[in-house]
Nanobody, 121 residues
Framework: QVQLVESGGGLVQPGGSLRLSCAAS????????MGWHRQAPGKQRELVAT???????DYADSVKGRFTISRDNAKNTVYLQMNSLKPEDTAVYYC???????????????WGQGTQVTVSS
């Protein structure tokens, strides 16, 4: 059974930084793409950033230049370094893994439970 567990959320002042982590577990051989999404109250979930197993990245326009996604394939972990945070970055942040190859199966898409990020003075 594949599990993704996020950590690192919290309360930060505008202009501050946070680093989110998401560790995947469950006899995993490889993960094609890992990503971060977020959902603010009353809004739809939106893509924040993705990174494939070759290291190619993609970002939402709203976070380009402020957020950096990275991964450690040996640890099946993805990170999101968030700098220059703004109140509009406040949301629950979810990580996901696409194309997860395990010892017994391939999981097409799996999500973490989410971690709250609040940017406020």
């Amino acid at each position: 059974q594949v599990q993704l567990v996020e950590s690192g959320g919290g309360l930060v002042q505008p202009g501050g930084s946070l680093r989110l982590s998401c560790a995947a577990s469950g006899s995993i051989f490889s993960i094609n793409t890992m990503g971060w999404h977020r959902q603010a109250p009353g809004k739809q979930r939106e893509l924040v950033a993705t990174i494939d197993n070759g290291g190619s990245t993609d970002y939402a326009d709203s976070v380009k230049g402020r957020f950096t996604i990275s991964r450690d394939n040996a640890k099946n972990t993805v990170y999101l370094q968030m700098n220059s945070l703004k109140p509009e970055d406040t949301a629950v942040y979810y990580c996901n893994g696409v194309g997860i190859v395990t010892r017994t199966t391939i999981v097409h898409n799996s999500w973490g439970q989410g971690t709250q990020v609040t940017v406020s003075s």
